[in-house]
């Protein structure tokens, strides 16, 4: 069957939509806009964006000062009541909570969606060097700690079927951009128990990374991990203790969660 935009039943979409939601990803990119620019941006009519951000404001999605449009703290709402019902959510916060302050660094809980590492949670302890990650953010599994964390514990066919989706962008020099090179990788995580993001997306960042699994189903649903920077994370006395405070906080929560 064809629809209206020339898809079949399989994989129609409506145009509308998604143009609506281009509109929403070029505004969060740019931050703050006019429609000129926008329009410029998106390589659309002037009047078309005009009227998207028009129906986008009225639905209280967009907000508009002195000409200019911005996303608005709808999403917010949308977003933190969402993860606030999060059973795993409501588990993890307090162990996370406990990780950054008894490690003094970055501690953070994440998830995978669609194929990609979703940071659903951090904590900065006392000594912690911000590393400027925003809750909620999206990013390629190969490029984090919690990401590799949970694809070495994916079945193989799972791991393929995100590498043929996504792919294995570079972020930097140190990204792993070989497919057999990152299966190598993920055997050694699931030997030893833990990831290691060594610079893998952000320079002089080094990460540390737990799987955490639902062990009703024994399958993997989420991971922690604390972030410091490499100088002061790279000793081995200091790397060894915060394996162990990461691996124990996984463990925990993983109790929590059956018995929740």
Not at 12 to 30: I, Y
Not at 41 to 46: A, H, N, R, S
Not at 78 to 103: F, H, I, M
Not at 168 to 192: F, G, M, Q, S, W
Request: aromatic share 6%; no cysteine; hydrophobic share 35%.
């Amino acid at each position: 069957m064809i629809n209206n935009t020339g898809g079949t039943e399989a994989n129609k979409t409506l145009g509308s939509v998604e143009k609506a939601f281009t509109v929403l990803e070029q505004l969060r990119q740019m931050r703050k806009t006019g429609v000129s620019e926008l329009a410029k941006q998106l390589d659309l009519p002037k009047s078309t964006v005009h009227i998207y951000l028009q129906t986008l404001q009225s639905e209280g999605f967009v907000v508009q000062d002195d000409g200019e449009y911005a996303l608005s703290y709808r999403f917010l709402e949308y977003g933190g009541d969402y993860r606030n019902e999060s059973r795993l959510y409501q588990v993890a916060k307090p162990e996370v909570d406990k990780l950054a302050s008894e490690t003094g660094e970055v501690a953070n809980l994440g998830i995978e969606e669609n194929g990609l590492r979703v940071l659903l949670y951090k904590s900065d302890g006392p000594e912690a060097i911000h590393d400027n990650a925003p809750i909620g953010e999206y990013a390629h599994m190969h490029w984090t700690a919690l990401g590799k964390a949970m694809l070495a514990h994916y079945p193989t066919s799972r791991v393929e079927s995100i590498i043929e989706t996504h792919g294995l962008p570079r972020a930097n020099e140190h990204t792993i951009t070989d497919a057999d090179e990152l299966v190598t990788e993920l055997e050694h995580i699931r030997e030893r128990g833990y990831s290691v993001e060594d610079q893998d997306r952000r320079q002089g960042v080094l990460t540390i990374g737990a799987p955490i699994t639902d062990r009703s189903a024994d399958t993997v649903i989420s991971a922690v991990s604390v972030s410091g920077p490499k100088s002061h994370l790279d000793d081995q006395e200091r790397f060894e203790e915060l394996v162990s405070a990461v691996k124990k906080t996984a463990n925990v929560i993983e109790l929590r969660y059956s018995h929740y």
